[in-house]
């Protein structure tokens, strides 16, 4: 069945500061991202294989998206699972250190084709998804999970395994390790893309647009073949790095990921457009920009196995990698940490009203990040996205597309501090209240 706010766990969230260790970092790996556009400007949009791309993907992959979807976890484990994380105010800073010093590493081995650094990189990011599996895997083994979102979470979870070791493998084949096959690449990427990001993005979707949009639960035929059909394609498309597949397999795999794709995509927008609260939300718009993108992308990527010819262009390949890498994934990334964080926050105060001022409300979610801030950032966020996918075509474009891109991650950023601001007012005045337990006790 799938679980609903009601069936949610909510007092096994963990302490407040380390989710947001991790979700506050990811504004600033964006701006990172658009000054690197900003720095390399039509050099990255020339070919894949660029050392300056290659640092700009991974930043976007490992800082942007690894950094928040961990942080996401740490929340949704005991939350949605009742996993609970060990010793998780010990681990959780020791994983996001490893995991932002990775990352760093790597980024700049590949920005400077530094081995030194691809191996320093490598290794810390490494020692970070050690961490993170032997401080959540014992509680997500032992608990009793079921339904369709844990299944899409078991899934994702191996798709990121098989991502990192298949990153790992490459990035030895950087450093000078062992020798380099660059046959594993296009692994590397469908594991990462497909896999682990569309993974886990449709089993955050299982719980998030129901709860959040106050819609329907989705199809329950889509709920048990998506995430499966998914990773079987991955699968079957593995061999080809070994066994040459047939053009008639290999089209029916790339056939059966963007009818998946395109069938989320479709499904989430018909469930949003029938929601029960027809109140305006700008969240929505979000998840209709993403969503866009990543129905473009699925197709796009069908059309060049119909047309192979398409990817004599190198601009094509970057193209669909643009959409969905830069714009379906940070997209829905922009909208949920503002949704996530103001969740957390009301969750915190929720908390502490409860015990010490009974009657009182705490600040709903759009007030902790007004609609108006929101709208503001999204049409920023969605202006540079668009440029950006021009300049795969016109390169000229692309320091305009970075100026806007890190006007747009500032811009979180700001949202998200302004909804400290508003729990630090809160926690002041709720902290300075006497228990009522205490007046009881003076009385």
Known sequence: MLMNAAALDLGASPP???????????????????????????????????????????????????????????QMLPVLFGARVRRVGLWAPLIHAALVGGTLLLVTGFALTQPSLLQAGALALAVALALFVAAAAPGFLRAPRSGETAQAMVLAALALLLTLGLGFALAGGHAGWWPLYRSLTDLHAGWAALGWVGLLVIAVAYQVVPMFSVCAPYPLWQR?????????VLTVASLGAWWPLPYAVRLLLAALAALAVIAFAASTLWLQHTRRRKLPDVWL?????????????????????????LWADPRYELLLGVLWLAVFAPTLMAGMLQRIVAFLIWLDLSARVRAVARGRQPPNLRELV??????????????ACLLLCLAVLWPALTRIAGLLWAFAWIGLGLNLLAA?????????????????????SRA
Do not use: I, N
């Open 285 to 309: 718009d979000y998840w209709k920009l993403a969503l866009a993108a990543a129905a473009l992308a699925a197709a796009g990527g069908l059309l060049g196995y119909l047309w192979p010819a």
């Open 370 to 383: 007004p609609a108006a801030r929101m709208r503001g950032h999204w049409r920023l966020h969605a202006l």
């Open 16 to 74: 407040l500061r380390l989710p947001l260790l991790f979700l506050l970092s990811v504004p600033l790996f964006g701006v990172l991202a658009a000054l690197l556009l900003l720095a390399g400007g039509s050099a990255l949009v020339v070919s894949r294989w660029q050392p300056l791309t290659l640092a700009w993907v991974h930043l976007l992959a490992l800082g942007v998206l690894m950094t928040g979807m961990l942080g996401s976890l740490l």
């Open 420 to 440: 400290l601001r508003t729990w630090r007012r809160w926690r002041r005045e709720l902290d300075a209240m006497p228990s009522p337990s205490a007046g009881t």
């Open 224 to 232: 048990r073949a998506l995430a499966p059909t998914l990773f079987g």
